[in-house]
Nanobody, 124 residues
């Protein structure tokens, strides 16, 4: 059974940083592209970032303007999301997602596995 477990969320002041982690078990992590999505209250879930199996390809949501960085450690079955210069509008539940394919993608429907989410709250 594939499990994705996120951690690292919390409350931070505007301008601060957080690093989210997602540990994957039960899946060939090193062969899988991974991604992060987020959903704010009352809004649709939106794409944040994605990374290919080899880390050679990364995609980011247009709104990010280089504030976030996705990375992975295949030896630890873990994908990370480093979030800097956080803004109140970044407040959301952040979800880790995995593909059965090694190719990075940005659409929700391309992802086969999802974590339960971790709350990020940015205060002004």
């Amino acid at each position: 059974q594939v499990q994705l477990v996120e951690s690292g969320g919390g409350l931070v002041q505007a301008g601060g940083s957080l690093r989210l982690s997602c540990v994957v078990t039960g899946h060939a992590f090193s062969d899988a592209a991974m991604g992060w999505f987020r959903q704010a209250p009352g809004k649709e879930r939106e794409f944040v970032a994605a990374i290919s199996w080899s880390s050679s390809t990364t995609f980011y949501g247009d709104f990010l303007k280089d504030r976030f960085t996705i990375s992975r450690d295949n030896a630890k079955n873990t994908v990370y999301l480093q979030m800097n210069s956080l803004k109140p509008e970044d407040t959301a539940v952040y979800y880790c997602a995995g593909r059965s394919s090694a190719v990075a993608a940005s659409h929700e429907s391309a992802f086969d596995y999802w974590g339960q989410g971790t709350q990020v709250t940015v205060s002004s």
